[in-house]
């Protein structure tokens, strides 16, 4: 079989493997780069575990001799990205109906590190500095954490679990928990599942776009390829491999990850209101012998928040009427902006964590360096009658600030957290100005599915400011300290199709985890055995 030729379920995936992996061969450059040993990483990294049910079991170590013990018990059990790589195979030739594949990983905090004697720095200022409940603020996170991420130090790790039916998750889940009975305790578990469609609570359609790993990933017609380390610590495209005057990671770092879980709570009907409120901004006949029917309108306004309709179509190819011709995976995907000016908004979702191509404002390589593995996965019911018919009766402010049972479990996999979750984070959807299209900052906007309002709220009062352009302000604050403010004035034109930027997705917490390599998880229980 040929890379060319599209067996059904691969087909349709954004993450494939290179054609050799899936003839049983080890990936080899002929370059002589060195790759990733498959046979030791974990298989959620990079190929993701193939799921339709998610267990995320968060755990504290309570004996560590013993945990040391039963993790060499529990190790056989973790999932390699070879195994990953020949399940997905198996799921392509006898279609994943059938199939009930269970796969399991384990990642661990760096209180949970610091708990079994590992006091190393690993080479991330994120993971090292202790967990992402320091870095709330900085994250741009208003809303209270699930008390698992509250920072006391008790989460140690998650065991992951993935299966193709939800009673297997959950009794496999359970037999991992028996190997750990003595040695942990459940701090909280969260229970995922694939909707129908691979959508995500909103209704999008997810995971149409994923990074190429350079030989070992079969890349699609516009698909970022980029180098292994980007994902996979110890290899080119990691940034402590390739910078040579840093501090070189611990030896056991190798073929590992950093991952970062976020549970993100969805509000479905709010948003649902937001787009039924404001969709008639999008104008009838949006360009000559365009004509958009009302129906149509709307779907391009939702479209525009995240820069996809739902179906997966993308703007930057379709940008009034969606086409189903570029669902097609030769096509989904085969885009960068370039020649899209206007077509899909600047703040879109899509574009505003993965602008594609800011060249010549912003090097290829520092996108390419921002790059993560999305593996996550909705949590929560679908919503019932019921809850649509209380929901009328709410307030505005209500409807708003409702706690919504919910969304995503959001999970991602790279090599450095500054480049990659924290970047996308608070360079990209956070800040109003990314992305750059210029040397002079203009103000594009939070991102409208994971941005958030600002914290601080400006100053209003009477300036002399009488035209568009650069200003200094010097302002004084409750104490009596001067700041500086500098930044472009802009007149604000209210217009009758001007609306107010809502959000939708609430964080409630997540943390940093390393993903060790299998054979470090071995040497770790190994360890205990020798006591
Ligand atoms: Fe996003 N959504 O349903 O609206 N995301 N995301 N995301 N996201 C993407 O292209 C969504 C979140 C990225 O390469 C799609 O695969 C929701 C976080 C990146 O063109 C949809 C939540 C971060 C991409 C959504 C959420 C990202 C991406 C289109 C939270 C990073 C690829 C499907 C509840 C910090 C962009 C696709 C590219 C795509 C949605 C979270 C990043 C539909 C609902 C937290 C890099």
């Not at 921002?370 to 402010?397: C, F």
Request: with cysteine.
């Amino acid at each position: 079989m040929s890379d060319t030729q599209k067996p059904r379920f691969l087909h349709r995936r954004a993450i494939v493997p290179r054609q050799s992996l899936l003839l049983g061969e080890h990936p080899k450059e002929a370059d002589g780069t060195p790759l990733p040993d498959l046979n030791n990483v974990q298989g959620d990294v990079y190929f993701m575990f193939p799921k339709r049910w998610q267990r995320f079991l968060f755990f504290k170590i309570t004996n560590v001799t013993q945990f040391q013990k039963d993790l060499d018990t529990y190790a056989p059990k973790i999932t390699s990205s070879a195994q990953t790589v020949k399940d997905l195979d198996e799921i392509d030739k006898k279609g994943g109906a059938t199939l009930d594949i269970v796969s399991s990983g384990i990642a661990f905090t760096k209180a949970g590190l610091k708990t079994i004697g590992i006091k190393n720095k690993l080479g991330d200022a994120h993971f090292d500095q202790g967990s992402l409940f320091n870095e709330k603020k900085k994250l741009g996170d208003q809303g209270q954490y699930d008390s698992v991420f509250d920072g006391d130090g008790n989460n140690h790790g998650v065991i992951l679990l993935t299966a193709g039916k939800k009673d297997t998750c959950k009794t496999k889940m359970d037999e991992i928990q028996t190997i750990f009975k003595n040695s942990i305790n459940v701090v909280t578990t969260y229970e995922g599942r694939v909707r129908t469609g691979d959508g995500e609570h909103f209704g999008w359609r997810d995971g149409i776009s994923q990074p190429a790993l350079k030989g070992i990933g079969h890349s699609k017609p516009g698909q970022r390829i980029v180098k292994p380390g980007v994902v996979i610590l110890g290899y080119p495209g990691d940034p402590v491999y390739d910078n040579k005057d840093a501090v070189a990671r611990p030896e056991f770092t190798k073929n590992g990850s950093f991952m970062v879980f976020r549970k993100l709570e969805q509000n479905v009907l709010f948003l649902e209101d937001y787009v039924n409120k404001n969709w008639h901004s999008i104008p009838a006949e949006p360009k000559k012998n365009i004509k958009l029917t009302d129906e149509q309108r709307k779907k391009l306004f939702a479209a525009q928040m995240v820069g996809r309709f739902k179906s997966g179509v993308p703007l930057a190819l379709c940008p009034y009427i969606e086409d189903s011709d570029f669902l097609d995976p030769e096509k989904i995907n085969n885009f960068d902006y370039t020649e899209s000016e206007g077509r899909c908004p600047f703040a879109a979702h899509v574009r505003k964590t993965a602008p594609r191509n800011l060249l010549p404002v912003v090097g290829k390589e520092y996108l390419d360096a921002s790059v993560i593995v999305r593996a996550g996965i909705p949590y929560g019911d679908e919503i019932s009658k019921q809850e649509r018919d209380d929901w009328k009766k709410l307030t505005n402010d209500q409807k708003e600030n409702a706690v919504c049972h919910r969304g995503l479990l959001f999970a991602c996999y790279q090599s450095s957290i500054d480049n990659g979750f924290f970047r996308q984070t608070t360079g990209f959807a956070n800040n109003d100005f990314f992305p750059l299209t210029g040397l002079v900052p203009q103000k594009i906007g939070q991102d409208p599915i994971i941005g958030g309002p600002k914290p601080v709220t400006g100053t209003t009062g009477t300036t002399d400011i009488s035209q568009d352009g650069e200003v200094t302000l010097n302002l004084v604050n409750k104490n009596g300290e001067k700041y500086e403010v500098a930044g472009v004035a802009k007149k604000v034109v209210q217009s009758a199709t001007s609306f107010d930027q809502k959000f939708f997705v609430t964080s409630r917490g997540g943390d940093y985890y390393f993903v060790p390599s299998i054979s470090t998880v071995k040497s770790w229980g190994a360890a205990a055995q020798s006591k």
